[in-house]
C-alpha cells in the first residue's frame, strides 16, 4: 500500500468519523467509498488547462493531517483523476463528502466491497508520430482490436 496525506477541515474530519463509525468501517474505507462515487460522475468534473484547484482557504487554519494508504489502482486513480479534474485529492475529498455522504449513509445494504476500484492500465500508442497515453479502468484483457494498438505498460490486478 501507497502512503500519502490529505488535508482536510476539521468539519469535513469530523463528518467523515462520524459516518465510518456509523457504518461500521474505518475512515479509510469510507474515504475510498466517497471517491468512488467521484469516478462515477467524471463528467462533472472535467478541469482545463489551468492550475490545480485547491480548496478555499481557511482564516483560522482550522485543518486537519489525515494519513491515508492507497492501494495501487486506488492510487493511480487519485493520480490521474486530479490530473483529469485539476482538483487536489483533498478538495476531491471535500467536494465528495458534501455531495455524496448523505446517499453512502442512506444505503444501509451498501457493502464494503463498493470501495474496490477497477482494475487499471496504463497504455501508449503512437499514430503518425503522436504518442497517445491512455488510461483504462477496467478490465483491459480483452480490449477490441484497432489498427494501432495500444502497448500496455503498467497494469494492476482487482484487489
Known amino acids: 500500500m501507497l502512503r500519502t496525506s490529505i488535508n482536510m477541515s476539521y468539519a469535513v474530519f469530523e463528518k467523515i468519523a462520524l459516518a465510518a463509525a456509523r457504518r461500521g468501517i474505518c475512515r479509510r474505507e469510507l474515504v475510498i467509498m466517497l471517491l468512488r462515487r467521484v469516478l462515477r460522475d467524471i463528467d462533472r468534473f472535467q478541469g482545463g488547462f489551468t492550475l490545480v484547484r485547491y480548496q478555499p482557504r481557511d482564516p483560522l487554519k482550522q485543518w486537519?493531517?489525515?494519513?491515508?494508504?492507497?492501494?495501487?489502482?486506488?492510487?493511480?486513480?487519485?493520480?490521474?483523476?486530479?490530473?483529469?479534474?485539476?482538483?487536489?485529492?483533498?478538495?476531491?475529498?471535500?467536494?465528495?463528502?458534501?455531495?455524496?455522504?448523505?446517499?453512502?449513509?442512506?444505503?444501509?445494504?451498501?457493502?464494503?466491497?463498493?470501495?474496490?476500484?477497477?482494475?487499471?492500465?496504463?497504455?501508449?500508442?503512437?499514430?503518425?508520430?503522436?504518442?497517445?497515453?491512455?488510461?483504462?479502468?477496467?478490465?483491459?484483457?480483452?480490449?477490441?482490436k484497432r489498427a494501432s494498438p495500444a502497448r500496455i505498460l503498467r497494469r494492476t490486478t482487482a484487489q
Not at 455522504?101 to 451498501?110: G, I, S, V
Not at 457493502?111 to 477496467?138: D, L
Open 64 to 144: 486537519k493531517h489525515f494519513p491515508i494508504c492507497f492501494r495501487k489502482n486506488e492510487n493511480e486513480f487519485s493520480q490521474d483523476f486530479r490530473k483529469l479534474s485539476r482538483f487536489s485529492l483533498s478538495y476531491l475529498v471535500a467536494i465528495a463528502t458534501r455531495r455524496y455522504l448523505d446517499e453512502l449513509l442512506r444505503e444501509r445494504d451498501a457493502m464494503c466491497n463498493y470501495s474496490q476500484f477497477p482494475q487499471y492500465a496504463i497504455g501508449r500508442r503512437t499514430i503518425k508520430h503522436v504518442t497517445c497515453w491512455e488510461f483504462y479502468w477496467g478490465n483491459t484483457e480483452n480490449l477490441p
